[in-house]
């Protein structure tokens, strides 16, 4: 079966840290993936995704992230984190473009 | 571009009664709609998926005569909880797929249910 892992459940960083946000998922082809950012009580904004190409994508507030087939990651960075930046973080893969398989989730604490 | 709605953000009812609530994709038309739950500090769950002028596509475990769900336009898609209890308090959030088959979900700000 499908699955989208994001092994950290809570992750602290000081502001102006960099930062890294795993994600893996288990599928035999390569799937269309995401990652959303969602705020206490707000839905969710895309941050980036991949479809084919490059696999650096660049996407807004200064996140990139960077598909790696053989270790079937799409991880998520950013150079230097703002305290804005503390929210809730989901991965998300699509197999077919319609149906989403979202990961649990990354909690961003940002420490001033 | 690419907004997406809810209506409303926020609502209270009493068991028993029935609750809508309105998905719409301000600015793209959306052939494809999505309904989703999320309860505290989880993922999201995806309840059903809604086409455009046919019947929604239920997720095992989702009573489809409990959320009714209506997408009859391109851009609207309803989603009403019916005879409400207290465990369908929620956060309910939608998506809507836009039809130039950018195949990205766009999702809306989500709706707080609490069923007193």
């Known amino acids: 079966a499908q699955s989208v892992t994001q092994p950290d459940i809570h992750i602290t960083v000081s502001e102006g840290a960099s930062l890294e946000l795993r994600c893996n998922y288990s599928?035999?082809?390569?799937?269309?993936l995401f990652w959303y950012v969602q705020s206490p009580g707000q839905g969710l904004q895309l941050l980036l995704k991949?479809?084919?190409?490059?696999?650096l994508v660049q996407g807004i507030k200064g996140f990139e992230a960077e598909f790696k087939r053989s270790q079937s990651s799409f991880n998520l960075r950013k150079p230097s984190v703002h305290w804005s930046d503390a929210a809730e973080y989901f991965c998300?893969?699509?197999?077919?473009?319609?149906?989403?398989?979202f990961g649990t989730g990354t909690s961003l604490t940002v420490i001033p | 571009g690419a907004v997406v709605s809810q209506h409303p953000s926020r609502v209270i009812c009493k068991s028993g009664t029935s609750v809508k609530i309105e998905c719409r994709s301000l600015d793209f038309q959306a052939t494809t709609m999505f309904w989703y739950r999320q309860f505290p500090k989880q993922s999201l769950m995806l309840m059903a998926t809604?086409?455009?002028?046919?019947?929604?596509?239920?997720e095992q475990g989702v009573e489809k005569d409990k959320f009714l769900i209506n997408h009859a336009s391109l851009t609207l898609s309803t989603l009403t909880v019916t005879s409400a209890h207290p465990e369908d308090s929620s956060f309910y959030i939608c998506?809507?797929?836009?039809?130039?088959?950018?195949?990205?979900?766009?999702f809306g700000p989500g709706t707080r249910l609490t069923v007193l």
């Open positions: 991949y479809f084919s190409g490059d696999t």
């Open positions: 998300a893969v699509s197999f077919t473009g319609n149906q989403f398989y």
């Open positions: 998506s809507a797929m836009d039809s130039l088959g950018t195949d990205t979900q766009y």
């Open positions: 809604s086409n455009e002028g046919s019947k929604a596509t239920y």
């Open positions: 599928y035999g082809a390569t799937p269309y």
